[in-house]
């Protein structure tokens, strides 16, 4: 079965500290991906990565940054935390190519943000 | 830009009943549908995958359908049960990302 982990399930940070969420997948998937999920409107593309140091931007990257540094890892940084990052936070991962491929979700993350 | 729609956001029926939830998207553009259940605080847990060739696919009393020209997947729940109450969410791939609804909430009464 494919395992894709988060480092917390929730977390409770302070305006402007800079935040670190973790995903790690255990299939040697290509590609990963963050998303947030908001009341009313449904899950939101923030990056997503084809392959090691490679990122791409969705749909609201701003405020936002990655890193991957190793295949089965991709981390979502907030720089500078601020309350309307408040959220729920899922990380995902499917094989490489254009799909046919079905996407695996992690637990998610819980953020708050006072 | 895709836009995925799903209908009803709420469902309530009583245990037995069969039951469809919709999703409709702009775009028939895409490499395959996913359905997925939601459990309150959870991730997301993958149903069903329809590749665009194919018409529907089944995984117990699960069946969903995917009609691209018309833009519109059904997944139809027999014989529902307490335990299907969940958020059920369709995702579209268009080859670059993935387009997800808002969701339908179904709550099965015992």
């Known amino acids: 079965d494919v395992k894709v982990t988060q480092s917390s399930r929730y977390l409770v940070k302070r305006t402007g500290e800079k935040v670190f969420l973790e995903c790690v997948q255990d299939?040697?998937?290509?590609?990963m991906f963050w998303y947030r999920q908001d009341p009313g409107l449904g899950l939101r593309l923030i990056y997503f990565?084809?392959?090691?140091?490679?990122?791409e931007k969705g749909d609201i990257p701003e405020g936002y940054s990655v890193s991957r540094e190793k295949k089965e890892r991709f981390s979502l940084i907030l720089e500078s935390a601020s309350t309307n990052q408040t959220s729920m936070y899922l990380c995902?991962?499917?094989?490489?190519?254009?799909?046919?491929?079905?996407?695996?979700f992690g637990p998610g993350t819980r953020l708050t943000v006072t | 830009k895709q836009e995925v729609t799903q209908i009803p956001a709420a469902l309530s029926v009583p245990e037995g009943e069969n039951l469809v939830l919709n999703c409709s998207f702009t775009?028939?553009?895409?490499?395959?549908l996913q359905w997925f259940r939601q459990d309150p605080g959870k991730g997301l847990t993958s149903l069903l995958l329809?590749?665009?060739?194919?018409r529907e696919q089944t995984s117990g009393r699960l069946n969903a359908s995917l009609d691209k020209s018309s833009g519109r997947s059904t997944l139809y729940i027999a014989a529902s049960q307490p335990g299907d109450s969940a958020t059920y969410l369709c995702?579209?791939?268009?080859?670059?990302?993935?387009?997800f609804g808002t969701g339908t909430s179904l709550t099965v009464i015992p």
């Open positions: 299939m040697d998937h290509e590609n």
């Open positions: 995902a991962s499917s094989p490489s190519g254009t799909s046919y491929y079905e996407q695996y």
């Open positions: 995702a579209v791939d268009t080859g670059n990302q993935f387009y």
């Open positions: 990565s084809y392959d090691v140091k490679m990122k």
């Open positions: 775009d028939s553009a895409i490499y395959n």
């Open positions: 329809i590749q665009s060739s194919q």
